[in-house]
């Protein structure tokens, strides 16, 4: 009985060392893309509407920041210019690009299955405005990616750097704190009754 209870042992253990080193390639591989990334193809998306409004007569334009996001003017522009190299980004264009604000938010968490992990809501945001001075034009914006992340990827998506792209966690869904420790004692309490009742038999 020993002799057989010692082989379904290991071969338990080695199965559910093969089920985490599988979880941990998983997870390498389904790595939720940076708040940064993020931005990046949002900034596309700006990119590609600005460049709609730009001809080869009428390629001159302009961007304005605010102070926090100043990090990020470069990368606009050099999104933009790379649609087109006749593009050019001038002080005295009449097409100007403002963004108002940008940021990411956490609304919400919440359990992906019973046994899952907790995962997050996430919005990465940009708003702003388009101003043609020249035809008196003027066009409000908003791009923003809403996504879901593990909670515990939170501080590996986020930037110390760029603080605008971090942002306060959302509270841990409240069963949460009940249940994974009801489950663990129930299981081990379960676990020491079979041992010994198997023992005794």
Do not use: C, W
Not at 4 to 17: C, H, Y
Not at 38 to 46: E, L, Q, R
Not at 96 to 104: K, L, M, Q, R
């Amino acid at each position: 009985m020993t002799n057989i209870r010692l082989r379904i042992m290991k071969k338990v253990f080695f199965i559910l060392i093969i089920f985490h080193l599988i979880t941990l390639r998983l997870n390498a591989q389904n790595s939720a893309p940076t708040n940064l990334e993020v931005t990046g193809k949002i900034f596309d998306k700006i990119a590609i509407m600005v460049s709609e409004k730009l001809t080869s007569d009428f390629n001159l334009y302009n961007t304005a920041f605010p102070e926090e996001l100043l990090y990020l003017q470069y990368e606009l522009e050099g999104k933009i210019n790379k649609i087109n190299q006749n593009f050019q980004n001038s002080a005295t264009a009449s097409l100007v690009i403002i963004i108002d604000e940008g940021g990411v938010r956490y609304p919400t968490s919440f359990r992906d299955g019973f046994f899952g992990d907790i995962s997050v809501e996430r919005k990465v945001f940009y708003t702003g405005k388009i101003i043609d001075k020249s035809r008196e034009i003027f066009e409000e914006f908003s791009v923003s990616q809403i996504d879901t992340i593990k909670y515990s990827e939170i501080e590996k998506v986020e930037n110390s750097f760029y603080t605008f792209l971090n942002s306060s966690k959302p509270g841990i869904p409240f069963f949460s704190h009940i249940l994974e420790p009801v489950i663990l004692i129930g299981t081990a309490v379960a676990s020491v009754i079979l041992f010994f009742t198997v023992r005794s038999n």
